[in-house]
């Protein structure tokens, strides 16, 4: 009688546990983002699938129509970005689908995943790429170690004042440190939103455009979901009423505390996967650019 008691006890509990979860899941939508509210389409708005309520959307690109692209609204100035993106699959070759942040000056910052179709069964080149105060070119490519157009996976910035990580499911994938002591201009004056776009890029993203696009498997779909952003120094609709909230700071700010480099993961990255480094392309570069020297 004691022990029938006790599991109805427990039941009960479970039941009332299980209903204030629930609850809270309908109250604060479990953390989840209506991306309608947080993004504005920049181009070919008939390209954009909202799913689920908002929570994930899709970019399109057609032979008649063109690609798709979309903007968050608000700015940021450091902190952790967070997106979780499923490609394109099957023939993807000559497609390029873009996810970066940037800010909007002639001079601009700018850090960017690319992720270059293929042709079926072949794996997915991801190149990242950073501008510091308009001066890019510091091209880096890898092979992808998994297949990532079966399921989502989490693409993520971490930017603090000593470094910035790119981050392929909380693997480090590459570095870019602060290296003003050496004359290389830093990331941390330029408030940046997060974009993303699907493009016909057949004239240099396969095989350096060797392969092109074969329209016959269209459409080409990219999917997103799971949009997290956190640890900023300053969040805004705008560049400069970001800006703002760092001055009203007084020189305060110092966003997110560096995450700590996982040099073994990203040595196993470099070794393994890696299959363009501008630094240590010597046509380009014949004397490699002075933060080269400094990163692993």
């Keep these: 009688m004691v022990e029938h008691s006790f599991t109805e006890c427990r039941i009960a509990f479970c039941v009332v546990l299980i209903a204030s979860v629930l609850n809270s899941c309908i109250v604060e939508n479990c953390g989840a983002v209506d991306l309608r509210q947080e993004l504005v389409v920049t181009w070919a708005p008939t390209n954009v699938r ?44 000559g497609t390029v689908t873009a996810y970066y942040m940037s800010s909007e000056t002639s001079n601009h910052d700018e850090l960017d995943f690319e992720f270059l179709g293929n042709s079926s069964g072949e794996p997915y080149v991801l190149q990242t790429n950073v501008f510091s105060n308009g001066i890019g070119e510091r091209e880096q490519r890898i092979f992808l170690w998994f297949d990532p157009t079966v399921d989502f996976h989490t693409y993520s910035i971490r930017w603090s004042e000593e470094h910035i990580l790119f981050l392929v499911d909380g693997t480090p994938i590459r570095v870019f440190s602060n290296n003003k002591d050496v004359g290389v201009p830093y990331l941390d004056s330029q408030p940046m939103r997060v974009f993303s776009s699907i493009w016909n890029g057949d004239s240099w993203a396969t095989r350096g455009g060797l392969v092109k696009i074969d329209w016959d498997h269209a459409p080409f779909i990219a999917s997103y979901r799971g949009f997290e952003a956190s640890g900023s120094a300053c969040v805004a609709t705008s560049s400069a009423a970001c800006a703002a909230q760092v001055t009203a700071m007084d020189g305060t700010h110092r966003g997110p505390a560096s995450l700590p480099l996982d040099s073994a993961k990203l040595d196993w990255v470099k070794r393994n996967f890696m299959v363009y480094d501008y630094c240590t392309d010597q046509k380009r570069n014949p004397v490699p650019p002075p933060e080269c020297s400094r990163e692993l």
Excluded at 55 to 63: C, G, I, R, S, T
Excluded at 64 to 92: E, H, R
């Design 50 to 93: 909202f799913e689920g309520g908002g929570e994930a959307l899709q970019l399109v690109l057609e032979n008649t129509t063109g690609g798709a692209g979309f903007a968050f609204k608000n700015y940021y100035l450091l902190g952790n970005i967070d997106m979780q993106i499923k490609l394109v699959p099957g023939d993807s070759a």
